[in-house]
């Protein structure tokens, strides 16, 4: 069961690095809700083709109508490179657009890089994390340190 969660979070206003359909682009995260005028479902993972990624961004990706339907865009987020993103996308046929945060600004706006430990050693890492915004850049809901598997239809069941 996700916990939801009303922050006062927004939208930053600083461009960011984003693959969509195998293309490179820059864009800013207001600018692009505003232009689009859809909500935006923004989820953070910790690493490209690992097991809960993957199956979290083939769940996003076989949700996509249904969530478009509904007014949401989806894009992941993770501190991975654009040539890794872009692996990732052909390698599992994802439908999504992913940013690469290389820099770490968005997980910083967002604070979602926290301690974890991992066969007994301790590191910083991004903890799973998903913001909801509506088509004027408001947070709607926040979710943070969820399980990959039924991520997504469990959003789009709460949408």
Excluded: W
Excluded at 15 to 44: A, P, R, S
Excluded at 46 to 53: E, F, L, R
Excluded at 100 to 122: N, R
């Amino acid at each position: 069961m996700m916990k939801e969660s009303r922050e006062s979070i927004c939208l930053p206003d600083f461009d960011v690095m984003m693959v969509q359909d195998g293309i490179e682009k820059t864009i800013n995260l207001i600018d692009f809700v505003k232009d689009n005028h859809q909500g935006l479902i923004l989820y953070f993972y910790p690493k490209d083709n690992t097991v809960g990624c993957s199956v979290q961004a083939s769940e996003f990706t076989q949700l996509k109508t249904q969530f478009g339907d509904k007014g949401y865009q989806i894009i992941g987020v993770s501190r991975d490179g654009i040539k890794s993103h872009q692996n990732f996308i052909h390698k599992k046929s994802l439908g999504i657009a992913l940013i690469s945060d290389a820099d770490e600004a968005l997980c910083q706006h967002f604070d979602v890089i926290k301690e974890k430990k991992m066969y007994g050693k301790t590191h910083l890492g991004i903890v799973r994390s998903t913001f909801v915004f509506d088509e004027h850049g408001q947070i709607k809901a926040s979710f943070r340190n969820i399980k990959s598997k039924g991520h997504a239809q469990a959003l789009l069941d709460i949408l």
